[in-house]
């Protein structure tokens, strides 16, 4: 499994951002695709996730309710939208595959994209 992952930028507190992981290799549906984030000075953490059955996501709570995962089959790519961005959102995101049916840590992940750059600043 190869993931490419794309959409960061600079946006303003408030405002938007959306990030894709395009993935190449195997179908997205056959594996759990999940964002996770490094900011300056703390450990990559976990920030969400999209399961291989069903589709079903999952959301760490700083994220949730502002985080939005959806996935595009035909594309084989996972979109996270993300609103209402905060300054504690700045970050480096990563997306990964995993093989399991959820896992919200890193081990849990076996495939890596790179990563692409989040600041939120006014």
């Known amino acids: 499994v190869q993931l490419q992952a794309s959409g960061g930028g600079l946006a303003q507190p408030g405002g938007s951002l959306t990030l894709s992981c395009a993935g190449s290799?195997?179908?997205?549906?056959?594996?759990?695709l999940g964002w996770f984030r490094k900011a300056p000075g703390k450990e990559r953490s976990f920030v969400a996730g999209i399961a291989f059955s069903g589709g079903v996501t999952y959301a760490d709570a700083s994220v949730k309710g502002r985080f939005t995962l959806s996935r595009d089959s035909a594309k084989n790519t996972v979109y996270l939208q993300m609103n209402s961005l905060k300054p504690e959102d700045t970050a480096v995101y990563y997306c990964?595959?995993?093989?399991?049916?959820?896992?919200?840590?890193?081990?849990?992940?076996?495939?890596w994209g790179q990563g692409t750059q989040v600041t939120v600043s006014s």
């Open positions: 990964a595959s995993s093989p399991l049916e959820m896992s919200t840590v890193e081990g849990g992940y076996n495939y």
């Open positions: 290799g195997r179908p997205f549906s056959t594996y759990t």
